[in-house]
């Protein structure tokens, strides 16, 4: 069985499609997964992990509202990620991951294990939020982060496939 990441760069080259990630939390977790694959060059524009709340800013263009409003684990601030990283690589598809990977820095907004997600496609911003087991731990949340991001883009892809 083909894993997931197989699965979107074989959609993103039989689409002519080019593929880019801001990544917070699981920090750069999917750009390796992709780049591992060889040819992968030829769809992959790049990514940003965007670990400090400034790169968020200054780099990927997240709003200072938002942080001050929504935080940086918000469906808001993954929105915003995934426009800002497709902007800034060109890429035909993009998607973004904040969350809380653990073992700490959960609060009751948002526990361990509370992961946003962004994706931006042919001009719309759309935006998502999973509640990962804390018992999976940090790698455990990371990798789980990463698989959602790729089947997200996917999904997308495969859905404006069948519109066509």
Known sequence: MKKTEEL????????KMTFAAAES????????RLTAIPGSSSA???GVVSYAV???????????????R?????????????C??????GADIAVSVTGIAGPGGGSAKAPVGTV?????????????TKHFPKELGREGIRDAAAEFAMRLALDILENASSEK
């Open 8 to 15: 979107l760069l074989e959609k993103l080259t039989s689409e």
């Open 25 to 32: 939390c699981t920090g750069g977790l999917i750009c390796q």
């Open 44 to 46: 992959v524009m790049g």
């Open 54 to 68: 400034g790169v968020k800013e200054n780099v990927l263009g997240v709003k200072r509202e938002t942080v001050e």
């Open 70 to 82: 929504d935080g940086v684990v918000s469906e808001q601030c993954a929105r915003e990620m995934a």
């Open 84 to 89: 800002g990283v497709q902007k800034l690589t």
């Open 116 to 128: 946003c997600f962004g994706a931006a496609f042919r001009g719309v911003g759309k935006s998502y």
